[in-house]
């Protein structure tokens, strides 16, 4: 038994880890700004697409400036639309942001094309590496590690520098934090711009690991949303921990009633709500009483 | 601005005045009766389509769309020597390719209608042909209802369906190895899939060795692979479609499955193989038509080369379904004796095409195109850039078991009413 339950726990923990590394944008930006980013998935496959010019035109080393790109970008469009929707109804940012993920899609299309694209991932990595029972590919664990240690850097960038304190004293109080002099405006830019990073470190992995498709950013969102939900609304510890919980999950579900494999995150978020409607480490937020 | 550009002192008011004469010579001239008879030959003919413009079915509607459209220009734009408009919708979902199915008819007067990159569209259309009486051709869709107990006079099925394919397939795959993996999406198409293949190895004296079914739209089989392997089976067969296929096989060639057990699925698509790449490309599987195919007809190959001319790139699969649908429904045209919806019906009953030995024809009591089904393996080595698979076996090689492969009238479960 032992045999048939470590190799899918180890799967799934390195499906959670991507997961995570997904959920974590769309946390971050909910918390800091109070909007529910549906266009989190289009980022999402925007950096598997900018990784694949990328490669096709200067090699691999170019495919790290995927992600930069898609957070410049998400600046962009945080300046142009996005702050427009401070302090207003959370529905017409989920409006708008559905709208705009539905654009870059279309968009997509017309500049890739409507079909797929192979991408596997760099010669050094392709491979298995087997230990025991567990076997596992090689660029699975070079997502583990790199997905950890983008991880570790968010924590200490979040907690340990100036501003990492401006931006959770300004997601709490923005009117106190402007009141001392701090242009929180700017903040928020780079907040927006930092969560597409993240969500353009994910697709930038996932491209060799699952197609490059216009619709991929459909396959990233939902997990995302529930991940963020069974975590707790703009928690960082939630969004690691119910994203390892959702891979494994996922993993134990399919090695034993695989046509439940899509429910069974849901499922999870059920009953995850009915004992704790905020999520497992959801705090009561005054702005979103 | 009263004088035009190039200074003839003409005004606005003589342009106006001559328009205005124009357009009363043209109101006399429509009004007269004899003279609009002698120019009807010029008056273009509309056919309509409906195909994906957007989703994930995108890709699949431009191909069908562009090998519709090669039919149409070798037909040199015309059929009956009427000039022809193609007026192309969009289906967004069954029930808005319903609707752009009705405009089609009633706004734009089409006189036959060629639409569906999916099962779920096509029923919805297909019902909305019986009820306007308009000929439909669905060049895409696997589901057994359309051509089954959905069946109706009006509509017209090119893709062989998922029994047709697994009996092309199935005797090939028993020599292989007789302990099979099933994996499925959890879907009509691949319910089929598994219920057909797991009658077929039951036939051949096999064994499942598993059997997983899987949520439609699964990005990550790395879980299901991991089974598979502890299962070691002879054979994995897959009933997933497309996108789901292409992720399977790359995820199968990352886990170094690639080479070690055979994946085979009753109907394949050039491009799910071409969105993986060369490296994860592997497997045996039906296909309805391939381009280097040394059996192709001349007819085939100038299509072929047509089609490398205007997209850069041989023609898949599902170009070849536009461009034969359009081709079955221009001759049937031809050979109609009128252009309302029966007549045309009848002609696309007489079509016969040939194909180097077994002509293709829609059957008259389902209207389902019988034809040769191929099986193909992908290259152990792969060199050309979009030349992959090497043909195994046609099904049936002989003409008279045509019939029997796409199955008896008590099969199908056909009753089709009359016109």
Known sequence: MLDILLPQIANGLVLGFLYVLIAVGLSIIFGLLGVVNFAHGAFFALGAYFALSLYQWFGWPAVILAPFIVGGLGMAVEFLLIRRLYGKEPLIGLILTFALSLLIEALVRLVWGAGGHPFSPPPFLAGIVEYGPILITKYRLAV???????????????????????????????????????????VLTGVFGLGCFLAGCAGVLAAPLWTITPSMAAGAIMPAFVIVTIGGLGSYLGAIVAGLLVGIVTALTIQFMPEASAAAMYVLMAVILLVRPRGLFGERWERFE | ????????????????????????????????????????????????????????????????????????????????????????????????????????????????????????TSLAMAAIAKRLRMPYITPNAAAREITGKECNPFTFRVLTTTPVASRALAPYLATVGKKWYFICASYAYGQDVYAQMKAQLDQFGGREAGVDMTPLGTTDFSSFLLKIR?????????GLPGGDLSAFLKQFADMGMK?????????????D?????????????????????????????????????????????????GWFSMRSLLLGMEQAKGLDGASIVRGLESVSIDEGGIPAHYRTWDHQMLRKMLVVKVKDT?????DW????????????????????REEIGCQMESL
């Open chain 1, 144 to 186: 583990l590690v790199v997905t950890m240690a983008l991880l570790v850097g968010l924590w200490l960038f979040l907690n340990h520098t100036p501003f990492g304190r401006i931006l959770r004293a300004g997601s709490r109080d923005a009117e106190m934090v402007g009141m001392l002099g701090i242009n929180l405006p700017r």
């Open chain 2, 1 to 120: 601005m009263s004088e035009n550009a190039n200074g003839s002192g003409r005004t606005r008011r003589h342009f106006l005045a001559d328009t205005g004469k124009v357009a009363l010579g043209a109101a006399a001239l429509t009004a007269g009766g004899p003279f609009i008879l002698s120019a009807r030959g010029e008056t273009p003919l509309k056919l309509g389509m409906v195909f994906a413009k957007q989703g994930t079915w995108t890709e699949q509607g431009e191909m069908l769309v562009n090998g519709a459209r090669i039919a149409l220009a070798q037909a040199k734009g015309q059929v009956l020597g009427r000039p022809v408009d193609l007026v192309w919708y969009d289906e967004p979902s069954p029930q808005a390719a319903q609707q752009n199915f009705q405009k089609l008819v009633e706004e734009e007067k089409v006189s036959a209608i060629l639409g569906g990159t999916n099962s779920g």
């Open chain 2, 230 to 238: 502890q299962a070691k089976p002879d054979v994995i067969v897959a």
């Open chain 2, 259 to 271: 080479g070690k057990i055979p994946v085979a699925c009753p109907i394949i698509g050039d491009s």
């Open chain 2, 273 to 321: 193989l071409w969105s993986i790449g060369p490296a994860a490309a592997t497997g045996i599987y039906g296909k309805p038509w391939h381009f280097s195919d040394p059996n192709n007809t001349k007819e085939d190959r100038a299509f072929t080369a047509d089609y490398a001319k205007a997209h850069g790139k041989p023609p898949s699969d599902k170009a070849w379904l």
């Open chain 2, 382 to 386: 792969i060199t050309d850039k979009w």
């Open chain 2, 389 to 408: 698979m090497d043909v195994l076996k046609v099904s049936p090689e002989r003409a008279e078991d045509l019939e029997a492969q796409f199955g008896s």
